[in-house]
């Protein structure tokens, strides 16, 4: 029998679509079918797909959901005012308006271009700052670059001053704005290996090999390794999403997934000024999966998942080897030499890895979940791929704007990412407690005057929960189980350690202030609530903002032994240098969540010694 958590299989997605097809012209477009995941007290419920539909130009979608097993229409809402992500097929159809554009193509023969094959047009999300030919429309502003064969390195030459706006739902070139002519920069930037010769030479094959097979099951999207279990899967928007996480049969998680993020830009010029992305909402996480590698982007024993979606037409399509999964060695779990009694205990750590790779636009992201056998779980955010560049004219400088090559400059940025973290800690009623280690004074009683320790203080409300990170006093934020008690008589409990956590530095009141809310805390608790799924709502794209977390914590709800659902921002600030040119060494983000009384020991102390441990 097929679980409640299970995907949408390519037989469930044709009968949905099929469905809803009959109430739609030609002109609608399918942005994002999936499952309509059941409410936690409902799992018994009929399997039903949830479909966002653009049923034409204007600013409105269809949300549809449609019993898989009969095609039954259970739901059909049309909501006015909002824009779905971009979809690709009119992401394409404006760029094609605006190679056939006279503005445009005068704009580019004024940089002496006039062979349209060689430029590659890139549609961004256009943001809102209040532009009146935007309203009531669904816009792309659109960058170039120039490319002298099809496989050069576009971001290398890009084609500076020269911005414009298309209608997605029309196909309609509404503005080309020419800022000025800056000179091409002449390095084409290449990364292939012809390029880049010679070659290092001294590194010798390493294999990573299991000849006993691997450690780890599936049975369906279950997946179990040691004593962990988790059900696995994709979104369009979020990626990878983790379901019914548990050590031992012990619930942690409900569900786990990357809700939003944004890419705001540092750069207050007009031609950059407007860029701040929302590569989940306005793009989709899971909809640029790639297709995975053996060898390259996974190394070792693999096993693939595949990733069955509906394309924009609703017919059922398949992106391979979506999600990876494997395991790895990781050093030390445990070690101790008895000096006294002349014997050594060391245990060797594995952990368990799931993962997939999300190319948006000029960028990677690689998003890592890594399980250990002490009751560990990690996300690891591993950034890579190509700058969004500026061609540089003759003496300019930006501090916003770092130079990376001669002639190119790329702005500062950030990548905020906000996880949802629905936790269960051995059941439902769970609270937060945010712990500080603080220096004490305790007068008489501490005349070393070392005396430091932790506090705890329980979030109580939703406004209370609104909090930032400070490393100087090692902040945490601890989700317990308060009616169930481990052997010392604390409560069970998990505490999510953050790592990188900037936040927003858009200036307060700004657009991206409002539409990115989310990001100006690291965390957020809210009450679970099925339909808040999304820390910007459901509808970012051109979104005016306040909707998500702000909207939903206005209520000010209580969080004392209820079912608590965690929002963590974290990321990365980055100052482009060099060395990050012309494809990006990867950089790392992320945090941790590590059990803290939820075992009465350490839970790793059954690891077998290592045979071959000379």
Not at 413 to 440: C, K, M, P, S
Request: charged share 25%; aromatic share 10%; net charge negative.
């Amino acid at each position: 029998m097929t679980h409640a958590l299970e995907p949408l299989t390519a037989d469930e997605i044709t009968v949905a679509t099929t469905a809803a097809k009959t109430k739609l012209t030609e002109a609608a477009r399918f942005n994002i079918v999936t499952l309509d995941e059941p409410p936690k007290a409902d799992f018994d419920r009929a399997r039903q797909a949830r479909m966002v539909i653009v049923p034409g130009p204007e600013c409105s979608v269809i949300e549809a959901t449609v019993r898989v097993d009969n095609g039954e229409i259970t739901s059909w809402t049309e909501v006015e005012g909002v824009r779905a992500a971009l979809g690709f097929e009119e992401s394409f159809t404006a760029i094609l308006a605006l190679h056939e554009d006279e503005r445009f193509k005068e704009a580019l023969a004024k940089r002496g271009i006039t062979d349209l094959s060689k430029v590659q047009v890139d549609p961004w999300p256009t943001g809102n700052f209040g532009i009146t030919h935007e309203e009531n429309r669904r816009v792309t502003r659109c960058i170039s670059y120039y490319r002298e064969n099809p496989t050069d390195n576009g971001y290398a030459r890009p084609i500076e001053g020269l911005l414009a706006w298309v209608d997605l739902g029309r196909g309609e070139v509404l503005d080309v704005v020419d800022l000025g002519v800056v000179a091409l920069p002449d390095d084409p930037g290449s990364y292939y290996p012809e390029h880049n010769e010679p070659h290092r030479t001294d590194l010798k094959t390493l294999d990573i090999v299991q000849p006993d097979g691997v450690s780890y099951a599936i049975e369906g999207n279950l997946l179990t390794w040691q004593k962990w279990s988790l059900r696995v899967s994709m979104d369009a928007l979020e990626g990878l999403v983790l379901h019914q996480v548990a050590y031992e049969d012990r619930s942690i998680l409900h569900r786990a997934s990357i809700s939003e993020m944004v890419v705001p830009y540092g750069d207050p010029g007009p031609m950059h000024g407007w860029k701040n992305a929302f590569d989940a909402g306005e793009w989709g996480l899971g909809r640029m999966a790639n297709t995975l590698r053996l060898g390259c982007d996974c190394l070792g024993e693999i096993l693939y998942l595949d990733w069955v979606y509906a394309d924009e037409y609703g017919n059922p399509t398949k992106t391979e080897n979506a999600i990876c999964i494997h395991e790895e060695d990781y050093g030390i779990l445990w070690k101790h030499v008895d000096l006294s009694g002349g014997r050594t205990e060391v245990r060797r750590s594995r952990r368990l890895v799931v993962s997939f790779i999300s190319t948006v636009g000029n960028y990677e992201y690689g998003f890592y979940w890594y399980f250990y056998m002490d009751g560990t779980i990690q996300l690891e955010v591993k950034l890579t791929g190509i700058m969004s560049t500026k061609a540089l004219g003759p003496d300019e400088a930006s501090p916003f704007t770092p130079v990376i090559a001669p002639g190119l400059a790329a702005p500062v940025h950030q990548h905020l990412f906000n996880a949802r973290l629905d936790f269960d800690i051995d059941g439902t009623g769970n609270e937060v407690y945010e712990v500080n280690v603080d220096a004490l004074d305790a007068g008489d009683d501490n005349p070393c005057g070392n005396a430091f320790a932790p506090t705890a203080t329980r979030l109580s409300t939703e406004a209370e929960a609104q909090r930032n990170a400070d490393p100087a006093r090692s902040r945490v934020w601890k989700i317990v189980n308060p009616s169930k008690l481990n052997a010392v008589g604390q409560p069970v409990a998990y505490k999510l350690l953050p790592g990188a956590t900037p936040t927003l530095l858009g200036r307060p009141g700004s657009s991206i202030a409002h539409r990115a809310a989310f990001a100006t805390k690291n965390l957020w608790v809210t009450p679970y609530a099925p339909d808040e799924k999304r820390a910007a709502g459901d509808y970012p794209n051109q979104h005016v903002g306040g909707d998500g977390l702000p909207a939903w914590t206005a209520a000010n709800r209580s969080l004392i032994d209820t079912d608590v659902v965690v929002w963590h921002t974290f990321g990365v600030t980055h100052v482009p240098r060099p060395e990050d040119w012309p494809v990006m060494p990867v950089e790392y983000c992320g945090f941790s969540l590590i059990p803290v009384g939820f075992f009465d020991k350490n839970p790793a102390l059954d690891v077998a010694p290592q045979a071959h441990c000379h």
